[in-house]
């Protein structure tokens, strides 16, 4: 995938394939709205998504998969002005992507009307790898999530339920796999059994992030209300820093100076 940003201080794709080559963990966070995401941006977060799990933080539904385009263009919209420096990536949400075509379209929308500079879909069936194989054909850099996809289970009470260690290797590995060989821009894997996240990170060029997951990445993503201790189910994996920090973008901060010295989780 071509980078084209001339900003020395934006993080492109070609910085966090960098970050990953001299091992420099990369620090990303969620945010929804255009305060948060400047508080985000300046606590010195890489990547910054606005996640479909505003279904749940923003919206108070129990799954993410009421969330639409327009929501999700929306949140973008708000997001974008307030990054200077972060990686903005978008989810694509549920259905926006049952088809190929669909899933172009809906990619080109969030990326032309919305600001971002990726977008991120669930491996939910065979179709999606063909989705991230056009993705990257038409040039839109795509991130692939793997492991633990809640638009898959829309009534699963809560991730943290989710270690099956066995099948969950075998089904981890080969979604990598299938990503990789897509040519997929980065890897969010979500509660994998911890040392699938070494094998994942080793086999791929590409940028390995992961949640819930163990610590075995090139970088760690987190709901932003997580790390504010403020949502309503926060799962096990979960670390509060604003309990011992003063302040939000203090807390922000905290989380990403833990990342970055690899003492979270
Ligand atoms: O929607 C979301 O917030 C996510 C998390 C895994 C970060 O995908």
Redesign the pocket.
């Known amino acids: 995938m071509q980078d084209n940003s001339n900003d020395d201080n934006k993080v492109t794709l070609s910085t966090l394939r960098q970050m990953k080559a001299t091992q420099q963990p990369i620090a990303?966070l969620?945010a929804y709205d255009a305060c948060f995401a400047r508080i985000i941006d300046q606590a010195g977060a890489d990547l910054v998504?606005v996640?479909?799990?505003?279904g749940m933080v923003i919206q108070a539904h129990s799954t993410?998969a009421k969330v639409t385009m327009d929501d999700m263009i929306y949140h973008c919209r708000c997001v974008s002005p307030s990054l200077s420096r972060a990686y903005f990536v978008a989810?694509m949400p549920f259905a926006s992507y049952s088809s190929v075509a669909a899933g172009v379209d809906n990619a080109k929308l969030l990326i032309a009307e919305g600001g971002a500079q990726m977008v991120?879909l669930?491996i939910i069936s065979p179709t999606t790898i063909n989705v991230i194989r056009a993705l990257t054909e038409h040039a839109i850099p795509v991130c692939a999530?793997i492991g633990f996809c809640?638009q898959t289970i829309p009534d699963l009470p809560s991730p943290d339920t989710f270690h099956r260690p066995k099948v969950v290797d075998e089904v981890v590995l080969q979604q990598a796999n299938d990503c990789i060989d897509a040519n997929v821009d980065l890897l969010?894997v979500?509660c994998a059994a911890e040392h699938v996240g070494e094998q994942i990170k080793t086999m791929s060029q590409t940028p390995v992030i992961g949640?819930g997951s163990g610590s075995d990445y090139d970088g760690q993503?987190?709901?932003m209300h997580d790390v504010l201790g403020i949502s309503d189910h926060s799962p096990k994996f979960a670390v509060n820093f604003l309990a011992t920090e003063n302040s939000i973008s203090a807390a922000f901060s905290a989380y990403v100076k833990a990342v970055k010295s690899r003492t979270f989780p």
């Open positions: 990303a969620t998504l996640g479909d799990s505003l993410t989810d991120k669930e999530h809640p969010l979500e949640i993503i987190m709901v």
